[in-house]
């Protein structure tokens, strides 16, 4: 290629990999020559000369007592693809570690970063990965260290708050919620969220925590929350699984929905938009956030992303038939 280009190979090294002084028409023509000739660079190679791997890894939080957090399976098998995608597309393998496993056995395989999903407050996973020198994006922020570190995200306040004025838009008159424990940012969010839209109602908050198994969780949480004197005629959850739970208790009691109970995650998923369920929810587009947060980690690799920085990805409400009252 260096030949048929006329230049050194120096100078096609510079061109391919966008570095050193070359001259614009010169890397131009050596671009259209490496794609005349079907040219793919060695990224085995590349990376020896970088000193690097080429291996990342994907990786969760412990979080009893769920152990996925945030992630529930139809979340995380629309994230993990897309990052895995990102990843290849730039040369590198993406490494699926078990979820809070102790950080020193990554110690044993040599990486060059590392995505974390829902990190703890404070949390000493994110923690012992940065001091073995690790490169971490994290998918949800460290709450105590939002602006230290880099991390991708969905909007959840404004998740939280859609949801909330279409069920009032819908005909809600008193909006009940089913959360998990406030410990990572996307259930402090919405909380918040919540708290913050029954505030401006001039209403009390109507909360119910669900921890354990999710739609069990869920189904328990509703229950509570059907059996006070101010019942609610819309629940929210923040979870896909909490409401399948929510669904289930308000079959057993004989309620209709939406008639009688309104139902909304901030979580979307497959199960949701199933006939039978057909439950409204936030999509909160794992996809994107996965490959989001493989290019944010890319960048600190490359040195683009010197300083710590957010990634926020738009969420888009999916309508359906568990908030459409008949008119």
Do not use: C
Not at 90 to 100: E, H
Not at 237 to 258: I, M, N, S, W, Y
């Amino acid at each position: 290629m260096a030949r048929a280009a006329g230049v050194s190979r120096t100078t096609v090294s510079h061109a391919l990999n966008d570095k050193g002084r070359v001259a614009p028409e010169t890397r131009e023509r050596i671009l259209a020559i490496a794609e005349e000739l079907g040219y793919r660079p060695n990224t085995n190679a590349l990376h020896l000369t970088q000193q690097r791997t080429g291996l990342l890894a994907l990786t969760s939080s412990p979080s009893d007592p769920v152990p996925l957090g945030l992630l529930d399976v139809d979340y995380f098998l629309a994230l993990a693809p897309a990052a895995s995608e990102a990843a290849l597309r730039a040369g590198y393998a993406l490494v699926l570690g078990p979820t809070g496993q102790a950080p020193e056995l990554w110690a044993q395989l040599r990486l060059d970063g590392a995505l974390i999903t829902d990190p703890l407050p404070s949390d000493p996973f994110l923690r012992e990965l940065e001091r073995q020198g690790t490169p971490v994006v994290t998918l949800g922020r460290d709450v105590d260290r939002a602006q230290e570190t880099w991390w991708v995200d969905s909007d959840l306040v404004a998740a939280m708050t859609e949801v909330l004025d279409h069920v009032e838009v819908a005909g809600a008159r008193r909006v009940g919620f089913v959360a998990e424990p406030p410990r990572h940012s996307y259930s402090i969010d919405e909380l918040l969220a919540y708290e913050r839209w029954q505030e401006a109602r001039g209403a009390a908050p109507l909360v119910e925590e669900a921890a354990g198994n999710h739609t069990e969780a869920g189904f328990h949480a509703a229950q509570r929350l059907l059996d006070a004197a101010d019942r609610p005629d819309a629940i929210v959850t923040t979870l896909e699984g909490l409401a399948l739970g929510v669904k289930l208790a308000a079959e057993t009691r004989g309620l209709r929905v939406p008639e009688d109970l309104m139902i909304a995650a901030v979580s979307d998923g497959p199960g949701l938009a199933q006939a039978h369920t057909s439950i409204t929810a936030a999509d909160l587009a794992p996809a994107e956030l996965g490959t989001a947060a493989v290019r944010l980690l890319l960048e600190r690799l490359d040195g683009a992303a010197p300083t710590p920085r957010a990634v926020v990805i738009p969420s888009v409400l999916r309508v359906r038939a568990s908030t459409r009252r008949p008119r």
